[in-house]
């Protein structure tokens, strides 16, 4: 596996462990009602995941950034 692709895949895992983060502290600190999230589960865990449409699009915007931030630091 070449270089490239074991830090496109460090990224990618980053990306995900970043939006389920964004969703719990979204979740456990109250900002928007419990009616706004859905049980599913990651990686074999439940998680509280935002189905607002808006909210996902920040969450969305902010991976980007993160992707975009990284691939400059490569």
């Known amino acids: ?6 830090a ?12 389920i983060a964004i969703h719990s502290v979204l979740y456990n600190r109250e900002l928007y009602p419990a009616g706004v999230f859905e049980r599913r589960k ?4 439940p998680v509280q ?3 607002h449409p808006e909210v996902n699009q920040y969450i969305t915007q ?4 993160q992707l975009i931030a990284s691939s400059l630091l490569t």
């Open 49 to 51: 995941i935002c189905v």
């Open 8 to 19: 496109q895949i460090g990224v990618d895992i980053f990306s995900e462990f970043l939006e």
């Open 42 to 45: 990651k990686y074999n865990v």
């Open 1 to 6: 596996m070449a270089e490239a692709d074991v």
């Open 62 to 65: 902010v991976k980007k950034f």
